[in-house]
């Protein structure tokens, strides 16, 4: 098909809209819009007219209110401006379509709040994981090396065994009981894991920089088309991204972010 239109959200303390649209730009998107999240509440966007949904990270409601609650409960309970759906309804449709969403870091913690991730239930909007404090209790702002899993259908990760992006949360430590994450993880629903310098998942601080069991840094739906995580691909699209760039070893000019947005671009037409 075409080149997907893909629209990015923003508003209430979300700051990463214009990475984020650079690096789907040079990922080979040509429609990029930013709205902020009204628009849509008021009708002057509709998201049926996209293929590709990015929710991005920053620092929502000044990171205060719980991870991504109020985000959620936005798409929850605004009534669109003719009165006959909720914004979340029209999220769900887009979901069941089979068309691309992204989280990243907020994104990711509204996408679990609303039920869309993991999913593991066959009705959409029920919630089945959280995400909450780190577990040392402070903000976290580093690198990390993440281990991928190449038999998941996740349409962001396909083909990466590992990748390197930086991190910046307070909350991002995923909690469950550890039966639905040990399902999650036999189901290839966990499509990206904190890990060590032998590519081996890990709870182990720093390489694991909130606790999260098993190192679950991302989750999937079953179908692959929805994927929340909570590194930042969007920050590492340049490897003068990276702060150590003058002493990397690149080869190349693109940050590893990258492949995550070529990956959905690439799903369009396959």
Same mark, same amino acid.
């Given at each position: 098909? @075409? ?5 990015? &959200?923003?508003?209430?303390? =979300? ?8 690096? +789907?730009?040079? $990922?080979?998107?040509? *429609? ?7 628009e849509l509440t008021g009708g002057n966007v509709q998201l049926q ?5 990015? +929710? ?16 959620? #409960?936005?798409?929850?309970h605004s009534v669109l401006s003719s009165g006959q759906h909720r914004? !979340?309804? %029209? ?13 990243? +870091? ?9 039920? &869309?991730?993991? $999913?593991?239930?066959? *009705?959409?909007?029920? !919630? ?9 209790? %402070? ?13 998941? $259908? +996740? ?13 910046r949360h307070g909350e991002g430590r995923v909690e469950a009981d550890?039966?639905? &994450? %040990? ?26 920089? #909130?606790? /999260?069991?098993?190192?679950?840094? /991302? &989750?999937? #739906? ?6 929340? =995580?909570?590194?930042?691909?969007? @920050?590492?699209?340049?490897? *003068? ?22 990956? @959905?671009?690439?799903?369009? #037409?396959?």
């Amino acid at each position: 098909m @075409a080149t997907p239109k893909t629209l990015i &959200l923003s508003g209430y303390g =979300l700051n990463c809209e214009r990475e984020t649209a650079h690096s +789907c730009r040079l $990922a080979g998107g040509s *429609t990029v819009d930013v709205v902020h999240l009204s628009e849509l509440t008021g009708g002057n966007v509709q998201l049926q007219d996209y293929q590709f949904l990015i +929710c991005i990270g920053g620092f929502l409601d000044g990171d205060d209110l719980g991870a991504g609650r109020v985000g959620a #409960n936005r798409f929850k309970h605004s009534v669109l401006s003719s009165g006959q759906h909720r914004l !979340q309804d %029209q999220l769900r449709e887009f979901v069941e379509q089979g068309k691309l969403v992204l989280g990243i +870091c907020n994104g990711f913690q509204v996408l679990v709040k609303l039920g &869309l991730l993991p $999913a593991l239930q066959s *009705t959409l909007g029920h !919630q089945e994981v959280s995400l909450s404090n780190n577990a040392n209790g %402070q903000f976290e702002d580093r690198w990390v090396h993440l281990k991928g899993d190449t038999q998941s $259908a +996740c349409a962001f990760t396909q083909g990466l065994e590992r990748i390197y992006l930086p991190v910046r949360h307070g909350e991002g430590r995923v909690e469950a009981d550890r039966d639905l &994450l %040990q399902q999650l993880l036999n189901r290839h629903q966990v499509p990206l894991q904190y890990a060590d310098e032998h590519n081996q998942a890990t709870e182990t601080y720093p390489l694991n920089p #909130n606790g /999260s069991p098993w190192g679950i840094a /991302s &989750l999937c #739906n079953p179908q692959g088309n929805v994927m929340g =995580l909570m590194p930042h691909p969007e @920050a590492f699209h340049h490897y *003068t991204n990276h702060p150590h760039w003058t002493r990397l070893p690149y080869q190349q000019e693109e940050g590893e972010g990258l492949l995550l947005f070529k990956n @959905a671009y690439q799903f369009f #037409n396959d």
